[in-house]
């Protein structure tokens, strides 16, 4: 079963903060982030397994709730080069879950 | 060092033709899975393998098959093309198990498949 992202799409200027959200109506083991820009394959940001902390990667972090069965990616600051879309990628609790199953993305325009 | 090499990149086939795509991944990386981009649907899941097994398949017919050779290299085999399965292929590689042990994906650019 898919992940829900939210927004679909947003617009941001330089230097705003974004949050996108990413929902499982299933119980996670792990969240994946990555960003695909146009044309180009999508790119690992970062990983959040069960369990752990929330991760940093530059101006560009991420949580795990566990209860909520949600993740959410926060860029902060936000710069032209964050432009592109952003996929999470979540894999499910339990047994012979093991693919890792993407929301249909979140596309993130940055202006000057 | 050198990242995720698909081949062909561009490929044009007729409908009913099959086509076999080829992925090799990162040195030393053992697992390899198969995506499928269109606009509509996203990236779905065509299946992953470790070590020459594969580990799991995703909601596609049978005329989507796979393999992954002793040195990880992997193809992805498409029979019966329908105009349909015109799409982005994907692969990716992890170092291990990227849903167990907290590895990242490394794809690919890809293979943009075009059946008319």
């Known amino acids: 079963q898919q992940p829900v992202q939210s927004p679909q799409a947003v617009i941001l200027r330089e230097g705003e903060d974004a949050v996108i959200n990413c929902s499982s109506s299933k119980a996670l083991y792990s969240v994946h982030w990555y960003r695909q820009k146009h044309g180009e394959a999508p790119v690992f940001l970062m990983i959040l397994l069960k369990g752990g902390e929330q991760k940093g990667h530059e101006k560009i972090s991420a949580s795990f709730n566990e209860k909520k069965q949600q993740s959410s990616l926060y860029l902060t600051a936000s710069q032209l080069s964050y432009s592109g879309t952003y996929f999470c990628?979540?894999?499910?609790?339990?047994?012979?879950?093991?693919?890792?199953?993407f929301g249909k993305g979140t596309k993130l325009s940055v202006i000057p | 060092k050198a990242g995720v090499t698909q081949t062909p990149r561009y490929l044009i086939k007729t409908r009913g033709q099959q086509v076999t795509l080829s992925c090799s991944p990162i040195?030393?990386?053992?697992?390899v899975s198969w995506y499928q981009q269109t606009p509509g649907q996203g990236l779905q899941f065509l299946f992953e393998y470790f070590s020459e097994t594969q580990r799991n398949k995703g909601n596609f017919p049978g005329r989507f098959s796979g393999r992954q050779f002793s040195n990880s290299r992997s193809e992805m085999n498409v029979s019966t093309l329908e105009l349909g399965d015109s799409a982005l292929y994907l692969c990716?590689?992890?170092?291990?198990?990227?849903?167990?042990?907290?590895?990242?994906?490394?794809f690919g650019s890809g293979t943009r498949l075009t059946v008319v």
């Open positions: 040195s030393g990386h053992r697992s």
């Open positions: 990628g979540t894999v499910y609790s339990g047994a012979g879950s093991y693919q890792l199953t």
């Open positions: 990716a590689s992890s170092l291990g198990l990227a849903d167990r042990e907290g590895y990242g994906y490394t």
